[in-house]
């Protein structure tokens, strides 16, 4: 697992690879995929569509996109 760090907009964030994703329910519309936080290993639900349009916030805070995850550092 690759750590970075960076600032942006003058706050301090961890980045990792992508969430690990894995085919959920598929239905017209309604389709959802699970996908699990590489900060906490909580597993979110999530529509496809949804996550590959804007990406999802995890409980823990973080933010989960299909190219890169983030989570401020502190929080």
């Given at each position: 697992?690759?750590?970075?760090e960076?600032?942006?907009?003058?706050?301090?964030y961890?980045?990792?690879?992508?969430?690990?994703?894995?085919?959920?329910?598929?239905?017209?519309?309604?389709?959802k995929?699970?996908?699990?936080?590489p900060?906490?290993?909580?597993?979110?639900?999530?529509y496809?569509?949804?996550?590959?349009?804007?990406?999802?916030?995890c409980?823990c805070?973080a933010?989960?996109?299909v190219?890169?995850s983030?989570?401020?550092?502190?929080?």
């Open positions: 697992m690759k750590i970075k960076i600032i942006r907009n003058h706050k301090l961890q980045v990792l690879e992508p969430p690990m994703m894995s085919e959920g329910v598929r239905r017209h519309g309604r389709s995929m699970f996908v699990t936080c900060f906490c290993r909580g597993t979110l639900n999530v496809i569509w949804s996550f590959y349009g804007s990406g999802k916030i409980d805070g933010k989960l996109g190219w890169v983030l989570k401020e550092v502190g929080t």
